[in-house]
């Protein structure tokens, strides 16, 4: 079951997309990050009281820091969504198992002090190439990007992705120390609201639209939706297996966002764009795989 929850929220995400691509028409990305965090506050706080979970926390700094990751990921996600195929912007931020296993093995070379009695560590082949091929990937998808003037989004994309690595560890750091899920998002959401809506009022707002505007109410509630289907995936995943297998099952999320760009965009991709995207999902699962296993020998 905790199979179909992560496709769920995949399928999700992936509608929230759309929205997203429509509402920026109309929107900037810091007004879609605003509406977006007013809406997610809204509904996790009714979510928390619920579930008998209070807001207050004894961590503000490390979900100051979390807000802050994430807020700039979604928003250069939303601006990659504007300006990309909406499959190559979603894949570009599904780069983020690819950036964690990059800080995976930067973090064991910075920690690494040079003495006779701790040589250096072992350099993990596989890994480094797992990494060095979503990279390759990257620079498939996006050539054809860059010779139609979008490479400014394409960065901005690859960014979103790297953010969204440094949150989700931040998010991993959080719940070790017990910090329910709704919480963190919560706050997550409060960083969204507040950091959209002073980026809005720093640049000024857009002319409001009328009936266009409605397209903010699903964006708001699919990306609520997706948060806790993608929760519920997690939590009741029984065994370490069963947590690769949902956490892998993430990059079905290109193929909705694949299907909706051809059916409702028109998007057009070359071979060899497709050919990067398929590199980044298999480098992707790939470090999934191969960070598990080193944890799992590390417990042994």
């Not at 509608?15 to 605003?34: D, P, R, T």
């Not at 979390?66 to 504007?82: D, E, K, T």
């Not at 990007?145 to 989700?168: D, K, N, R, W």
């Amino acid at each position: 079951m905790q199979a179909l929850w992560m496709v769920l929220a995949a399928f999700l995400f992936a509608s929230m997309g759309v929205c997203v691509k429509i509402a920026s028409q109309w929107f900037s990305a810091a007004e879609l990050v605003f509406w977006r965090g007013l809406l997610g506050m809204a509904l996790l706080a009714l979510l928390a009281r619920r579930q008998g979970v209070g807001l207050a926390t004894r961590y503000p700094g490390m979900h100051a820091w979390r807000s802050l990751v994430g807020v700039v990921s979604l928003g250069a996600w939303f601006y990659a969504i504007a300006f990309l195929p909406l499959a190559s912007a979603i894949t570009l931020n599904y780069m983020s198992s690819v950036w964690i296993a990059a800080f995976v093995m930067g973090g064991a070379l910075l920690h690494w002090r040079p003495s006779a009695r701790e040589p250096r560590p072992p350099l993990h082949v596989p890994l480094v190439l797992t990494v060095l091929a979503g990279f390759a990937g990257v620079l498939l998808m996006l050539r054809p990007s860059v010779g139609e003037g979008q490479g400014f989004a394409g960065t901005v994309g690859l960014l979103s992705g790297f953010c969204a690595a440094l949150a989700y560890m931040q998010v991993s750091a959080l719940s070790r120390l017990g910090e329910p899920e709704a919480r963190t998002v919560f706050y997550f959401a409060l960083g969204s609201a507040v950091a959209g809506g002073a980026a809005t009022l720093a640049v000024g707002a857009s002319p409001w639209p009328g009936w266009p505007a409605l397209w903010l109410l699903p964006l708001g509630l699919l990306a609520a939706g997706g948060q806790l289907c993608m929760t519920l995936a997690y939590s009741r995943a029984p065994t370490a297996r069963a947590t690769l297998v949902v956490a892998n099952l993430q990059y079905a999320g290109i193929i909705f966002a694949s299907l909706y760009g051809v059916a409702i965009f028109d998007d057009e991709l070359p071979l060899v764009a497709w050919g990067g995207m398929a590199l980044i999902v298999a480098s992707g699962i790939a470090a999934t795989l191969l960070r598990a296993r080193g944890h799992l020998a590390a417990d042994s």
